[in-house]
């Protein structure tokens, strides 16, 4: 089994709604920002949302802001990204990162929605909206 696993993508028609769920298997949301990542095709990777580890800080790409919310179960280590009013533009396979929220020297990382500062990675799920 994976660190971490997304499901919840699928077809849909522009208008409608997806949950995508990222459950991480190994570690504590605690200790972790998790990120949700999209990439279509030909276009580079982008940060779609994030939360940090005490889910007080959030981050939202401007073409989604009002229409996504992200959020998070510690309990059952699961990270949900709610979709609604999806747009053709949104089509793209969506992943979900974890990255540890200390340095090596164990200061505190600052939070951030960089894919480059993400450690771990899903394998990702595809939304398509199309009618």
């Known amino acids: 089994q994976s660190l971490i696993e997304e499901s919840g993508g699928g077809s849909v028609q522009p208008g409608e709604s997806l949950r995508l769920s990222c459950e991480v298997t190994?570690?504590?949301?605690?200790?972790?920002?998790i990120g949700w990542f999209r990439q279509a095709p030909g276009k580079e990777r982008e940060g779609v949302s994030c939360?940090?580890?005490?889910?007080?800080?959030?981050y939202y790409t401007d073409s989604v802001k009002g229409r996504f919310t992200i959020s998070g179960d510690n309990a059952n280590r699961l990270v949900y990204l709610q979709m609604n009013n999806l747009k053709p533009e949104d089509a793209a396979v969506y992943y979900c990162?974890?990255?540890?929220?200390?340095?090596?020297?164990?200061?505190?990382?600052?939070?951030?929605?960089?894919?480059?500062?993400?450690?771990?990675w899903g394998q990702g799920t595809q939304v398509t909206v199309s009618s």
């Open positions: 939360i940090s580890d005490s889910g007080n800080s959030t």
């Open positions: 990162a974890a990255q540890f929220r200390y340095y090596d020297d164990l200061t505190r990382r600052p939070f951030s929605c960089n894919d480059d500062d993400y450690d771990y």
């Open positions: 190994e570690f504590t949301l605690q200790d972790y920002f």
